[in-house]
């Protein structure tokens, strides 16, 4: 058929009209996937299209919303148990305080649940303090009783974690969506910031500052607390946080908006010397490690990491350097929580850990711009633990060949330690030498960062370690039980025969998965009051092996 004035023929007119926002505002046809649209998938950002029920009931009504979990029989006992009695089934956490758990959805339960558990395991054996999360959770479920954005940052921490174990991309979703809800919430209390509200303030700062995996939320979230541990001086000894704000404040900050700079030909022979001692330090260790079979694979993933940034292109914007860190920084929050509950008790695995930390503190001049505030401030405290576990071994114990062995290996990260010690003491002088003049980054600067970031990007990116592709493409050295597809927004999660059957709902039992409940209407509302919470003080490093109670589905191979 012609077209107006006797031209070719119309074509018909197929734009999608419920496309999702994302594709858009990019100008780009949707192809109206639920929950997720390709588009969004390809770009790892979160589609907004799974927010409409109208539309997952008319175009995929044959995709299971559930979120696997990892429900066993005992967990959901458990949180039944909880969700009809309102008490903790972890006393020992000292969480003060306590949400009106009765109020909780049972997927919520089961979110504060894993992470609760995980912490209860890891204090029983005294070992809470050799993670870089765990000996704070307790703390920021305190501060969430009486703060909701809180406890959706907290929900959204452990929906990343389960849906990277899991590799649920629903998991996923519901991790996205806690996420988003307590960025909303974090922009709302910036907006009121009070002596009263700043607890929760800088909690769900830290919370959501650990799940960023795009380089601008992070920064923004970074520059955000250290203004608010700046606005919390006069009161920082009432501060459930006194700790952390001593902590930031005696590292020295520095700005995130280098534009970039030529590495020198005598700089980068220094970086590859660092990255060469980091090599042989790992290869040292790597023989006695030969009956542990999960911490020498991890070492090697270490090796393997160090030996693709020694191949790489050195890093120089501050956007690269956090590109080239992620992966490390990923290991450093779930590789200890992995070794310290599949083998309790044994001086191997702090040897292990105790180089995961070490190698950050060493990268730290090679990543000069973020190196510090991204990966090496976290990585000092737990490592001083375990050189200080070590120490105490070697006095109270006899000299086994494991405890020689340990010892002796020891030395190469608490050499790296005392170094980056100094070279922060160095630089924190500088900075007060150093009378530069800088514009001021207020609490109205950091809630226009925060609201422009909700509206540009919509916190889009995922927010959980779990999914960020690994810039250095990293591949596991071991055989890969899941798989993933080129285009996948998942890394390679090889997993164990048991962790298989869990995803899959098989063995000894099946998996239980609940639909995905609403973080809008999560029963996570503020009770009277507010109390203070003293932190537990743990002990020397239990060298006993300690039955597992908690609820905490151990990993035992590696995850990449």
């Excluded at 539309?55 to 148990?81: D, F, M």
């Excluded at 920082?236 to 995130?256: C, M, N, R, T, V």
């Excluded at 700079?261 to 980068?268: D, G, V």
């Excluded at 001021?440 to 600067?445: A, K, N």
Aim: hydrophobic share 35%; glycine share 6%; proline share 7%.
């Amino acid at each position: 058929m012609a077209g107006p004035g006797g031209g070719p023929s119309r074509r018909s007119h197929t734009k999608s009209r419920k496309g999702c926002k994302t594709c858009k505002r990019r100008h780009i046809r949707c192809d109206e996937t639920f929950p997720q649209c390709r588009n969004c998938t390809k770009h790892q950002v979160r589609c907004d299209y799974m927010d409409s029920p109208s539309a997952a009931a008319e175009e995929s009504p044959r995709v299971p919303q559930t979120a696997n979990l990892l429900w066993t029989p005992e967990i959901e006992k458990s949180v039944e148990i909880w969700r009809h009695t309102g008490e903790c089934p972890f006393p020992d956490l000292n969480i003060y305080p306590q949400a009106h758990w009765h109020l909780f959805s049972k997927t919520d339960l089961r979110l504060v649940y894993h992470l609760a558990s995980i912490c209860s395991d890891v204090q029983h054996t005294r070992t809470s303090k050799l993670t870089l999360w765990t000996d704070r959770l307790p703390k920021f479920l305190s501060t969430a009783a009486s703060h909701p954005f809180v406890m959706h940052a907290i929900l959204s921490f452990s929906a990343a974690h389960l849906a990277w174990v899991a590799q649920s991309s629903v998991t996923r979703n519901l991790a996205f969506n806690h996420a988003a809800v307590a960025l909303k919430g974090l922009h709302e209390a910036i907006g009121t910031f009070s002596k009263g509200n700043s607890d929760a303030v800088l909690a769900a700062s830290i919370l959501l500052s650990w799940q960023s995996t795009d380089w601008r939320g992070w920064a923004s979230l970074m520059m955000g607390l250290n203004t608010i541990t700046s606005a919390m001086q006069p009161w920082k000894d009432e501060s459930l946080y006194a700790d952390y704000i001593l902590e930031h404040s005696y590292a020295p900050f520095q700005a995130f908006n280098s534009p970039g700079f030529q590495l020198t030909p005598e700089a980068r022979r220094e970086h590859l010397t660092i990255l060469q001692n980091v090599q042989a330090s790992l290869e040292r260790i790597l023989p006695y490690l030969a009956s542990y079979d999960q911490e020498s694979r991890w070492i090697e993933q270490l090796k393997g990491y160090i030996e693709r940034v020694q191949c790489s292109n050195a890093a120089q914007t501050p956007e690269e350097q956090f590109g080239q860190l992620y992966a490390l920084r990923k290991w450093l929050f779930w590789v200890p929580v992995s070794l310290l509950s599949s083998r309790k008790g044994d001086i191997y695995v702090l040897l292990v850990l105790a180089h995961f930390y070490a190698t950050a503190l060493a990268l730290e001049p090679i990543f000069g711009t973020i190196g510090t505030n991204f990966c090496a401030n976290m990585a000092l405290s737990p490592l001083d633990e375990i050189i200080r576990i070590v120490n105490t071994v070697q006095q109270t114990q006899s000299y086994s060949i494991n405890t020689q062995t340990t010892a002796l290996m020891v030395e190469f990260p608490r050499e790296t330690a005392n170094n980056f010690r100094a070279r922060r003491e160095w630089k924190r002088q500088q900075v007060e030498m150093q009378a530069i003049a800088q514009s001021p980054y207020g609490l109205d600067t950091l809630n226009l960062d925060l609201n422009n970031h909700i509206a540009e990007y919509g916190y889009t990116q995922s927010l959980s370690p779990a999914f960020a592709p690994s810039p250095l493409h990293l591949n596991s050295p071991t055989n890969i039980l899941h798989s993933s597809d080129p285009r996948s927004p998942y890394l390679e999660v090889p997993g164990s025969a048991i962790e298989s059957q869990f995803a899959s709902g098989g063995g000894g039992g099946s998996v239980y998965s609940t639909p995905i409940t609403s973080p809008l209407g999560s029963p996570a509302a503020p009770p009277p009051g507010f109390g203070s919470h003293e932190e537990s003080v743990f002990g020397t490093y239990g060298m006993s092996m300690y039955p597992s109670t908690s609820g905490f589905v151990a990993p035992t191979t590696i995850w990449t």
